[in-house]
């Protein structure tokens, strides 16, 4: 069930054990009542890692543990991950408990600890039930393997109020060795640009300096990760990182080439599914809103003109009534702080069923009601943005808000 | 039924015409199916102005006639409001609209256009129904009147999807000589500090220069309709106006001596109630949050602070929930912006029935689940925070966000 994404890369099955090398599991440790709780990735060679943190200032201590390993550029061999309970605004203790789950699994791993990040979602400021952890962690470490299965078990023990696994696995070619890349993502509620609540695990077999890595992956994610909203809430705890452990054994891509250009391609690939996968599975979410602002002054203008229309509750809500409500799109790029003039500004709203047009040069335009009904009832819509000051442009993706997303987060710590 | 507020202000039973030299009066006029729909306050003596408008750079046709207006420092003597369209998003046929609801009601009043100011609140980019607007000023000039009832009748044609009417009168004496503060509001969605969805509308029969007068409008603005927020959105067409037409005759007020004091005073008292009304009728709001910030390290500290917890979507249906949810207090303050270590923050949720302390020196608290949960029930909570970096401090006021929110917004254009 290969799908063809250009004539050099392709998606494949696969899960986060697919690039050579990995092992993995997921397995119930006890955080959680039944369900899996705690993952462990794997690799069998020491593995070259970039990391991107929440830019929240409150940040939990598996982070801050995380921090320092990249911060000395220590090679990583293991992430252990757990859900159910954030280990965030625990302070001194907090970090103890990050540490000993570094520990155990290094024991375990028979590596050092300081080759170990941790990390931890769910509630916060509720301390970890340490001997659920530290007993399933021991319980893990022998079951580690690169079977689907245990991709799948991986995949699910990092999921929170999430309703489905998000998985991707590319495969290419750098000068005729295969290469893969796999990722696997945690979102659902608190996604907003800057790396905010959400987990993102990436392992590539692909051989690459680690400047190139860094670059590649930086790039990325101000494209992908951090183009996602779906509350505009950033949380204390979240991550993406990447494993790159060159075991495909590739020659290494060492300079900014068409190898650089074709790994840069498929980890794009890759970041962009999560983050789609991400922000359709919002809490509560029923629409899926992909916004384009054309003609930009400035490409940040663009970012910063999505963000302010796919934040606003107005626009939001309007979006979960199925309603054309294109005066709360204007209304919340007017109060982004972006310098523009509105009477140049057109707007459409288009699905699959078709386009419309509500606003041109800065006027509202008669369209048929019912037809724009149809176009809205879609769960895919596109908010299209011209601006006619520039041509900068940006892409970004959100959701609506709905009684669901209410109910979900009145009731999640219950 | 008065009140002492003091020793030397009282709030009095009153209406927007119960200082001296004002009346007004609201009609339907048919831009709504049923309700009053079309206000207007007069003063018979041409009065100072000042007045506060939207910080969205797209600001409706009316807003931009005001803005001519108080540019030139032009004395006023009529507002005229309509409801339920806001000439919004409307272009140059806007802004003729604007302008001929000027000169309608200054012909009907005998007046300069120059010294009408027009307001229009509703839904974004439809044309105004000129015909009904008209021939409703022509009705509603000769009905104009300072009884109680005109007064109730001019503040209820200026909602929209507010529950209920807003509005307040304060009464103090300079050197012997009454003087009178009145002022009625429109809120409800759409409420944000700087100046964001809301009509404010103050009338007083006070002699005093521009320069204090303006001076003492803008500073009590920032502390109380600067400082609420419903759902973080600011519109683009609302403004904070006063007239002051100089009737009760006191001796001027014309340095900042105690007598500007108590007139300062006077006007916080209208200010700060007609904001806390604003937000305790938020669309679909269920709780009444009051957030207080201490020991910050400068007042904007305090206020970006207070903004961030109010407007995030968590702890707003964390509040919803009765859910004592100290994590997304934190969270959405490390989210903020501002410097501050977590690690000295005490967080506490008040209400009536009691106080629990949840978090201190970055280390949760236990607390009693079930005394919490009575704490919650309350409809008005107060969110105590203090932050050991210094000694300012900031008040400000916010909602939950309920299903009924939701519900109002999916569904208002229809």
């Not at 000993?100 to 979602?121: D, F, G, R």
């Not at 699910?156 to 109020?161: A, D, K, S, V």
Request: net charge neutral; proline share 2%; with cysteine.
């Amino acid at each position: 069930m290969n799908t063809m994404i250009s004539e050099e890369i392709k998606t494949t099955k696969g899960t986060i054990v697919s690039p050579k090398g990995f092992l993995a599991q997921g397995i119930h440790s006890g955080v959680k009542k039944a369900k899996l709780d705690l993952s462990l990735i794997y690799s069998k060679k020491t593995a070259l890692c970039s990391a991107v943190y929440t830019t929240n200032i409150v940040k939990a201590p598996p982070l801050l543990w995380c921090e320092s390993l990249t911060k000395n550029n220590n090679k990583i061999q293991a992430i252990v991950v757990n859900s159910g309970n954030a280990n965030s605004c625990t302070g001194d203790r907090g970090y103890k408990d990050a540490v000993l789950m570094a520990q155990t699994a290094a024991e375990c791993l028979n590596i050092e600890k300081e080759s170990v990040m941790v990390t931890s979602t769910g509630v916060i400021g509720v301390y970890l039930p340490m001997e659920n952890i530290v007993s399933g962690i021991k319980k893990l470490v022998p079951t580690l393997a690169d079977t689907e299965e245990a991709g799948i078990n991986c995949a699910t023990g990092i999921l929170t109020t999430d309703t489905f696994l998000k998985s991707i696995t590319v495969e290419f070619e750098i000068n005729g060795t295969p290469v893969k890349i796999s990722g696997i993502a945690k979102g659902s509620g608190m996604i907003h640009p800057n790396m905010a609540t959400m987990l993102n695990f990436i392992t590539t077999d692909a051989n690459i300096e680690k400047e190139l890595l860094d670059k590649a992956f930086k790039s990325n994610i101000s494209d992908t990760f951090n183009m996602i909203t779906v509350d505009g809430e950033t949380s204390t705890n979240d991550m993406a990182v990447i494993l790159a452990n060159g075991c495909a054994n590739n020659p290494i891509i060492n300079k900014e080439d068409e190898n650089y250009e074709k790994f840069k391609k498929a980890l794009h690939i890759v970041t962009e599914e999560l983050a789609k996968d991400i922000v359709k599975d919002g809490e509560g979410a029923s629409k899926f809103l992909e916004c384009k602002i054309n003609g930009a002054k400035t490409k940040d203008d663009a970012k910063i003109l999505i963000k302010a229309i796919l934040n606003s509750n107005l626009v939001k809500t309007a979006f979960f009534g199925q309603d054309a409500n294109w005066g709360r799109v204007i209304s919340a790029m007017g109060a982004s702080g972006v310098k523009f003039n509105p009477d140049k500004v057109d707007i459409k709203f288009k699905s699959k069923t078709g386009e419309i047009e509500l606003y041109k040069k800065g006027k509202p335009l008669n369209f048929d009601e019912e037809f724009a009904i149809d176009v809205l009832k879609e769960r895919e819509i596109q908010i299209l943005v011209e601006m006619k000051e520039g041509v900068a442009e940006a892409t970004g993706w959100g959701c609506d808000l709905s009684y669901d997303y209410v109910k979900i987060n009145a009731e999640y710590r219950s």
